[in-house]
């Protein structure tokens, strides 16, 4: 079964301190993993991929296949990265057109 | 470029009508999937639309069926409402219909069922 797993709805963080938001999936091939963002009053935006590998506002997220997870994390957290954060994953495969299969989402909540 | 653009941004029906939601995408885009989004859930994927055609179907009903212009504008129609439909709908559009494509989503359009 395609399925993504967030454990934690909720992330409540101080400003500055570490960060990391867990994501664990179940695909039966070769998986695209992405990190989507909706901040408060916007609509979901992209936020990273793996595939990519770049670090987008501090954020990096390292695919480990063996324990199929995607965590995000970043070392200082700042207050304007409160939002809520969807991990997603898209199958590689000729019968899949990019369908993106999200988890449930985890709010972080970075405190002054 | 206003982006994805969706319409109507609210709307309240009753049960066992049927609703109309409508999507354009992103300048340039040519496909066009639709989600639905539970409260406090992640979005699910309906289906999607490229060239005109339905691409790929999650595991929706029948009763949720859409359509794509010329223009890639796309339709998501829902007949026979029930109250577990109500929900925020996201269209998100992508150039290509290919796999890992970036998807930039619409504002959404929620849909409330009484």
């Known amino acids: 079964a395609q399925r993504v797993t967030q454990p934690e709805k909720l992330l409540s963080v101080f400003k500055g301190a570490p960060v990391e938001l867990k994501c664990n999936y179940s695909?039966?091939?070769?998986?695209?993993l992405f990190w989507y963002v909706q901040y408060s009053r916007q609509r979901l935006q992209l936020l990273l991929r793996h595939i990519s590998r770049e670090s987008i506002k501090g954020f990096t997220a390292d695919l480990n296949k063996g324990e199929t997870s995607f965590h995000l994390k970043k070392p200082f957290a700042q207050e304007e990265d409160s939002a809520m954060y969807y991990c997603a994953l898209s199958g590689r495969s000729s019968s899949n057109t990019g369908k993106l299969i999200f988890g449930q989402g985890t709010t972080l909540q970075v405190k002054p | 470029d206003a982006g994805v653009t969706q319409s109507p941004t609210h709307l309240i029906k009753t049960r066992g009508q049927q609703v109309t939601l409508r999507c354009s995408p992103k300048?340039?885009?040519?496909?066009v999937s639709w989600y639905q989004q539970a409260l406090g859930q992640g979005p699910q994927f309906i289906f999607q639309?490229?060239?005109?055609?339905?691409?790929q179907r999650g595991n929706f009903p029948d009763r949720f069926s859409g359509h794509q212009f010329p223009n890639y504008s796309s339709e998501l129609n829902v007949n026979a409402l029930l109250l577990g439909d109500s929900a925020l709908y996201l269209c998100?559009?992508?150039?290509?219909?290919?796999?890992?494509?970036?998807?930039?989503f619409g504002p959404g359009t929620r849909l409330t069922v009484l």
């Open positions: 639309y490229y060239e005109e055609e339905e691409r």
């Open positions: 300048s340039g885009h040519d496909t």
């Open positions: 695909y039966s091939g070769s998986p695209e």
């Open positions: 998100a559009s992508s150039l290509g219909a290919s796999k890992g494509d970036e998807q930039f």
